[in-house]
């Protein structure tokens, strides 16, 4: 089954203690992307990456890394998390080729820093 | 000026009904036009996609794009509870960034 693959699904962490949430996707897509969805506020893009080895800042990087070693994986790292970026995550992946496709969805992971 | 802007509702409309939901974008050179459903705590879902004036029909849902007036709109035949959910507006430049809208809440009412 095609699929974007999140984990954890939920998380509890408390300040300062470096985490990782990660994605996959089998669907050979060469652009992931990672959101991060707040009441009020929609969906906000944190980093993309066009392909392997190519990432880039979205609208709201701060206190974010990512990496893209591989097509499949776009992992997203909080090296030192804070409540403020306690939120709603979502990966996506899309297939350049083909835009009528859109973005497939991650089922996302609901993170509490405390 | 937000870059999409949709009303963030809830639209409340009565089961059978025609719901219909609106998106308006500031980019002239956007592309691509998606609506996406959102379930509460789910993940946005893809149902219509859209790039050329006019209309395109799948199904109960129809979206509608006016680039001249930057809205794209998405209307749902016959609504269903089943339809009540969160309905995102995402519009793609030429840069491949998708915006997203905030989202309509659609509640439908048997």
């Known amino acids: 089954e095609a699929q974007v693959t999140q984990n954890p699904r939920y998380l509890i962490t408390v300040t300062g203690k470096k985490l990782t949430v990660t994605c996959s996707q089998n669907m050979n897509h060469e652009y992931m992307s990672w959101y991060r969805q707040d009441p009020g506020l929609g969906l906000r893009q944190i980093y993309y990456s066009m392909n392997v080895e190519v990432t880039d800042k979205g609208d709201v990087p701060e206190g974010y890394k990512v990496s893209r070693k591989e097509k499949r994986n776009f992992p997203l790292i909080l090296e030192s998390p804070s409540p403020n970026q306690t939120s709603l995550y979502f990966c996506?992946?899309?297939?350049?080729?083909?835009?009528?496709?859109?973005?497939?969805f991650g089922s996302g992971t609901r993170l509490t820093v405390v | 000026q937000k870059e999409v802007e949709q009303n963030s509702g809830p639209l409340s409309v009565p089961e059978g009904a025609i719901a219909s939901l609106n998106c308006t974008y500031s980019?002239?050179?956007?592309?691509?036009f998606f609506w996406y459903r959102q379930y509460s705590g789910k993940s946005p879902e893809l149902i219509m996609f859209?790039?050329?004036?006019g209309d395109k029909e799948d199904g109960r849902f129809t979206a509608q794009l006016n680039k001249a007036s930057q809205y794209v709109s998405l209307l749902i035949r016959d609504s269903q509870p089943s339809d009540s959910a969160t309905y995102l507006c995402a519009v793609v430049g030429g840069t491949y960034k998708y915006i997203f809208g905030t989202g309509t809440r659609l509640k439908v009412l048997a």
């Open positions: 859209i790039y050329s004036n």
């Open positions: 980019d002239r050179g956007s592309q691509s």
């Open positions: 996506a992946s899309s297939l350049f080729t083909d835009r009528r496709l859109g973005y497939t």
